[in-house]
């Protein structure tokens, strides 16, 4: 005996089918969709506290500088430069610039989490032709079409990309902010170091005039012991060659103190007349060197480099976000509301009223690993700026442990530079009036004007490198920067 199967079980059977049918396809569409399998970053943030630091870094109980750091020298004029440079300095109205940019970029970003909504108006004339499918009322005639509309849309976002790429042009625009803040720091260090550059030459200036008063005497002497049969020719021409050649000195030095001037009225922004403008310095010797105790964990926060490098990691991470969900389905909600007629008359009519509503979704399936090379793409960038950080971190590190050691080493040479040249214009001293006396030679005074003025140039050459080293020591902790915002990046490995 046959059994029978009744017309609503084959139906049944029929729908169970397809059901199945529609899964394997499903499952065998999904496991043929692009996927990322297989990408991922292991590199890591280097962290301040795990390199040794404790000798080249000491914690000497000091303070971080502030944001007025070049107060310290007690020179008003310097105060000013710099105050000026901030205000109109092109390099600044730059970083200023690029600040804007990213702002402007974070801000689309943000427009594309957002409903966008828009309304429009168009309108047609067209004569309908009479050789096609036209109702018999319009065929052969002109008509107008109006339309008025308003639509709208809206991406779900459902795998947070555009929540992604606003958090990445945040990120690139408190990077923005911190670079900045370098330019403003370089630039401002930059004007005191070429201010003191300027002293500096003020200072050798003065001891080359010295030596000019000083030679000058000596060939007026020479001449009077020549004349007295004491002294030949040669020591003349000596004393008049050592004169002239320290007068071209005096000379190769008003040349430097005018090209530093011009260099100070470029890095201001303004033409080289306003260097002209710069009396000499008065600059003082500056507070006590001492280091603040908590470097290196808080030169992070304090050097704008290397908060601008951590934020340019953390817009990556972001993007790296925004690649995975391109992987995922997109689903956008669309919908539209407006009138559509034919002529002028019916145009506003109730029943003129159009409408619509919908839903797209794509989903990437076979790309030719376009998909795969942009995330592959958004990981070596990930991989570049992390190794950028870990290297301005060493940098920083590096940098402050130099300037330091440099002043230390200043300070060593100091106290003996200064016995030394107290020694050497005393000696100078005798010499001089032994060879007004005619006790001993005009060779003897040479040696002693010739060791009396490298002694003097030692001094002011290991004072002035002093100031300059602490002023790069102050830009090398940050300038008084602190990083008011806070991160989200994380030293572990990206997936």
Request: some cysteine; overall charge positive; glycine content about 6%.
């Amino acid at each position: 005996m046959h059994s029978q199967i009744t017309r609503p079980a084959a139906l049944s059977l029929a729908r169970r089918l397809a059901g199945s049918l529609l899964s394997v396809l499903l499952a065998a569409v999904l496991s043929a969709c692009a996927n990322y399998a297989g990408i991922r970053s292991d590199k890591r943030f280097a962290e301040p506290t795990g390199y040794a630091t404790t000798q080249s870094i000491p914690a000497e109980q000091g303070h971080w500088p502030s944001a007025d750091w070049a107060d310290q020298f007690g020179d008003a004029q310097l105060k000013g430069l710099i105050a000026a440079a901030l205000q109109g300095s092109p390099s600044l109205e730059k970083a200023r610039a690029r600040v804007a940019s990213a702002v402007a970029f974070s801000e689309g970003a943000n427009a594309n989490t957002l409903p966008q909504v828009g309304a429009g108006y168009s309108f047609n004339r067209q004569r309908y032709t009479e050789s096609a499918m036209v109702p018999p009322q319009f065929a052969g005639t002109w008509q107008s079409e109006n339309k008025a509309f308003i639509n709208a849309s809206y991406d779900l976002d459902l795998w947070g990309k555009n929540r992604e790429a606003l958090k990445s042009a945040v990120s690139g625009v408190h990077a923005s902010e911190a670079e900045a803040e370098q330019v403003k720091l370089t630039l401002s260090s930059a004007i005191a170091r070429a201010y003191n550059e300027l002293a500096r030459l003020y200072t050798l200036l003065d001891i080359s005039r010295d030596e000019v008063r000083q030679r000058r005497e000596v060939l007026r002497v020479t001449n009077g012991r020549v004349t007295m049969g004491l002294e030949t020719d040669v020591e003349k021409r000596t004393a008049e060659a050592n004169l002239a050649a320290s007068e071209v000195a005096v000379a190769a030095l008003e040349g430097s103190i005018q090209r530093t001037r011009y260099k100070l009225g470029a890095l201001l922004g303004q033409v080289p007349d306003r260097g002209l403008a710069i009396t000499r310095p008065s600059l003082g010797a500056g507070d006590e060197v001492r280091l603040p105790d908590n470097l290196p964990a808080d030169l992070v926060s304090r050097r704008p480099d290397i908060v601008a490098a951590r934020w340019r990691v953390d817009a990556t991470l972001h993007d790296i976000k925004v690649a995975k969900a391109e992987f995922y389905p997109d689903i956008n909600l669309t919908a539209m509301i407006g009138l559509d007629a034919i002529g002028w008359g019916r145009f506003l009519r109730a029943a003129s009223r159009t409408a619509s509503a919908g839903a797209a979704i794509h989903l990437p399936i076979f790309d030719g690993g376009a998909l795969r090379a942009q995330l592959k793409g958004r990981y070596a960038d990930f991989d570049f700026a992390v190794a950028n950080y870990n290297e301005t971190l060493v940098n920083a590190l590096t940098d402050v442990a130099t300037q330091l050691s440099d002043i230390r080493a200043v300070d060593a040479q100091i106290d003996n530079a200064v016995r030394s040249d107290t020694a050497a214009q005393r000696a100078l001293t005798l010499a001089l009036a032994q060879y007004k006396a005619g006790l001993t030679t005009q060779l003897t005074v040479l040696n002693a004007q010739t060791n009396a003025l490298r002694s003097s140039q030692v001094v002011a050459n290991l004072r002035m490198n002093r100031r300059d080293r602490q002023i790069a020591l102050a830009a090398a902790l940050g300038g008084g920067f602190t990083d008011a915002s806070e991160s989200t990046t994380k030293a572990a490995p990206v997936r």
